[in-house]
């Protein structure tokens, strides 16, 4: 969960267990506290997630960059590097890629980046804004070191949300009766080339990808193209949670619907959405990254709270749909102790914060079947 509800403390049930006879007879209370749970109730559809989707896909027509000679007008991923700076991949009529860093100050410095060919630099900046628009920003410039021509214009009610669909790419891997999908980071050479060493980037960032309507979109088409083979998901970089609670909870519908098994690999991680979408296998392998009892060290399954605006997820009756999609979704991976779970989750740490799953909590709630080292 990109942020996860949390509940109100339940009220007190005070039950009279008796009293002894006599003048003198001192009462006796037992105090049972009743665990209020919220309803896993929610009815997931194929209505509301074509809706959804329909919604989702506006986004990926916000930006159109002509380079040149090229124009790329549609975005295949997106992810958020600092505060004011996103990088979006595009392609063009021919599914080629190129990488946008846009940064949003008014003397920002845009790049445009592909491994072996492009690494130019353009003025982006208020200077570059000839027509101010309150619906789209237009901006003409010249990159440097080559001299391009470049025109880029985008939605700017949509640009500052665009990383919400997500930078996790999936692969496959082709056997005779099963296929392996392999998690990555869309963005893994920008930022390994042009990143690396930035004081405000860690090195796990370099590594670390979202998941959102691309993920769902992906995964819908490779359930298409394999159907009836068996299908194991990988996570084999550090997935940092759902941009999209929404679409998320529908990927990992459509993981369980269609029997696949999940994998932490030595090489990745899950939290917030990423454990949302492993707990959706039917199946559950984890691959230790080093040889340790106490798999908390390894830091490859975590969860944590959620927000929304200034309120945490306490502050939030059970009634509200928040809590009851995610009970919902909990049940439905993990059985009885799937709502039991979600709560663990709220209480486990805040939304700002993180926690990494124990192997007591994990087999107390049947998450992790199998773990290993190799």
């Known amino acids: 969960m990109t942020s996860y509800r949390k509940l109100l403390l339940a009220s007190s049930l005070i039950i009279l267990a008796g009293c ?4 003198s007879s001192d009462a006796k209370y037992t105090i049972t506290k009743e665990v209020i749970k919220p309803a896993a109730d929610y009815n997931f559809n194929a209505e509301e997630i074509s809706q959804l989707v329909k919604n989702r896909e506006e986004y990926l027509r916000s930006i159109d960059l002509t380079f040149d000679g090229t124009v790329y007008n549609r975005v295949k991923f997106a992810h958020q590097v600092l505060d004011d700076t996103i990088v979006v991949k595009l392609a063009d009529n021919y599914d080629h890629n190129i990488d946008l860093m846009i940064e949003f100050d008014d003397d920002a410095q845009c790049v445009i980046y592909k491994k072996d060919k492009y690494r130019e630099v353009f003025d982006c900046g208020e200077i570059n804004k000839p027509e101010p628009d309150d619906n789209s920003t237009f901006i003409q410039s010249t990159s440097t070191p080559n001299m391009n021509n470049v025109i880029l214009n985008y939605d700017n009610d949509k640009i500052e949300e ?3 669909i997500g930078s996790t ?3 496959v891997e082709y056997y005779s009766d099963n296929i392996d999908i392999i ?3 869309a963005f893994k050479d920008f930022y390994n080339d042009l990143l690396k060493g930035h004081e405000d980037i860690t090195e796990r960032e370099l590594n670390l ?12 088409k490779i359930v298409e193209d394999y159907y009836g083979q068996g299908m194991l998901i990988k996570f084999d970089n550090h997935i940092g949670g759902s941009m999209d609670d929404d679409i998320n909870m529908y990927t990992g519908l459509m993981i369980r619907d269609n029997h696949m098994s999940t994998m932490v690999t030595r090489n990745g991680s899950v939290f917030s959405g990423g454990t949302d979408l492993f707990a959706a296998g039917e199946e559950r392998y984890l691959q230790l ?9 390894t830091k490859q399954v975590g969860v944590h709270s959620w927000s929304e605006g200034d309120k945490t997820a306490k502050e939030f009756p059970f009634t509200d749909l928040s ?4 009970a919902t979704y909990f049940k439905t991976m993990l059985g009885d102790k799937g709502v039991d779970f979600y709560m663990y989750t ?6 700002s914060g993180e926690h990494w799953v124990t192997k007591k909590e994990s087999d107390k709630y049947g998450l992790i079947m199998i773990t290993y080292f190799d």
Do not use: C, W
């Open 209 to 220: 990808s979202s998941l959102g309507l691309t993920t769902y979109q992906q995964l819908s």
């Open 289 to 297: 990254a080093q040889p340790v009892a106490n798999i908390e060290i």
């Open 20 to 23: 002894n006879s006599g003048s």
């Open 183 to 185: 998690t990555s980071f």
């Open 323 to 326: 809590h009851r999609k995610q």
């Open 346 to 351: 709220l209480d486990s740490a805040p939304a």
């Open 162 to 164: 665009l990383p919400m």
């Open 169 to 171: 790419l999936l692969s």
